[in-house]
């Protein structure tokens, strides 16, 4: 089943909202400024192709307790944040409060066209989702919304699970062998049990958090064909995977599979135009 045409759609967005809203404390003090996924993937790969130059208006779309919106701020942006979890804003806010970095958060669902346009078309020299398509049950409004808020010129950035290796239905593994002269060697891996179909689905994102969330999987044909169909262009993209290994030979851990990229980062641009970046 494709989720952007799944049945039912306005209730399973709010329950989308009321799953965010019950973790985002939790997600807020674990994640704090950002955990090592946002430090040493995700961010660093966001960074590069977006490209950001100071003064630029930046939209930072689903912005979570606002670590992506912060470090955009930092590097000189002019930030509008938006998230569907009134409980997520206030903590970002509490936190931009503390270091004063004049981010502008409102509350927009990413699923609400007529919301996402009143933010202003062609305002926006750069767009940024970051670790939230796959929350999302249906991206196709957002997508193509971000065609019409983007400045000429302007570039759309998204960072996601890769679809390949990190969904719902793939699993780290570990096995050891044992050769004649006794030596045990443990090899890593990750167990692939389905890509095309993998129907929506909850699981967790951090241990220990009192709910689970939904994910939408969509495989690289499927999500691209969206933004193909919005006018949108692939003009950069990154798999960025962990270099350094686990200190736990066993440890079920991405540490542990360097060649094996847990995230995939991607830059669009309208059709008619290329970024410079």
Known sequence: MDPDDAPGQAELIADVRRRWDAKAAYWDEQMGDGN??????????????LAVRPGERVLDVACGNGVASRRLAALGARVIAIDTSVAFLEL?????????DGIDYRWVDATDET????LGEGQFAALLCNMALMDMPYIAPLVATARRLLAPGGRLVVSIQHPAFNSNATRLCAESVTYEDGDEVVSHAVKVTNYLATPPGKGTGM?????????????????FAIFFRAGFVLDGLEEPAFATRHTDDWALNWRNVPEIPPVLVARFVPRSGRSEG
Not at 36 to 49: D, K, N, T, Y
Not at 92 to 100: F, L, M, N, T, Y
């Open 115 to 118: 919301g996402l346009l009143a």
């Open 207 to 223: 241990l220990g958090e009192p709910e689970h969330h939904w994910y939408f999987h969509r495989p690289l044909h499927a999500l």
């Open 36 to 49: 090592a996924f946002q430090r040493e993937l995700i961010g660093p790969a966001v960074e590069r192709l």
């Open 92 to 100: 970002a806010r509490a936190r931009s409060r503390q270091s004063g």
